[in-house]
């Protein structure tokens, strides 16, 4: 069943997003070479609990944190741990905040230090495919969509793997609602876009086969070639004009810049 939000509700549910801009925010202004990942789960679970929210992702359906932290090639659902952050590494943060009675959701793929070009344009082009998607997100529009552009782009043109078993998803008073939405798919098909509709979008490229493995903790997911993955995720809100991103990037981009531990130029 799909929740249409009113505009009251849209407001509230943007402070939660916005919320979740600033967590990433916080852990990218840290991000180094010698960190755990661990170290940065607390950092992100300190900055939400000391703004009022709750971390949404903690303890749902059993995850033991408050952030998914996958690096390299991890696609999602990575545990923090005791893994060392070194150069040449990527390491993707997807952050959920409950505040207020919904949540926000958005992921974001960082650098460390120096990587390949070849890294450097997976995440540029997995960012850009969120922003070409997103552009499909008008009332009328059919989730098929927004899951044809972000296929077109980076399979079609950049012959990139899209992750199949992992898709986008409704948000809202729970972090999970109808419908999902695939990074892959057929224009003109699946749910029609509604105003008041809010989803999660969150393209998920492989650089090498669109295949995954799953380990055995049950959670997380790497590609079946070892091969890197990016991950880069918006909230938006379907309305009578143009999308409404209640999540930003923002203050991300600004903490990317201005770390020196971190690569942040993908041109």
Known sequence: MIHYKSAEEIEIMRHSCLLVGDAHATAAKLLRE???????????????????????????????AATCISMNEAVVHGFPGKHILKSGDIISLDIGVYKNGFHGDSAYTY????????????LKVTKQSLYIGLQKARQGNRIGDIANAIQEYTEKQHGYGVVRELVGHGLGRSLHEDPQVPNYGKKGTGAKLKAGMVLAVEPMI???????????????????????????EHDVCITSGDPDILTSFQAIEAAEQANANLSWSYD
């Not at 650089?207 to 079946?224: A, I, P, S």
């Open 111 to 122: 650098a460390i230090g120096e990587v390949s070009p070849e890294v450097k344009q997976l």
């Open 34 to 64: 010698g960190m755990t990942t661990l170290e940065v789960n607390q950092i992100v679970e300190e900055f939400i609990l000391d703004n009022g929210g709750i971390p949404s992702f903690k303890n749902y359906n059993g995850f033991p």
């Open 206 to 232: 492989n650089m090498g086969v669109k295949e995954v493995v799953h380990l055995d903790d049950g959670w997380t997911v790497l590609t079946k070639d070892r091969k890197p993955s990016a991950h880069f």
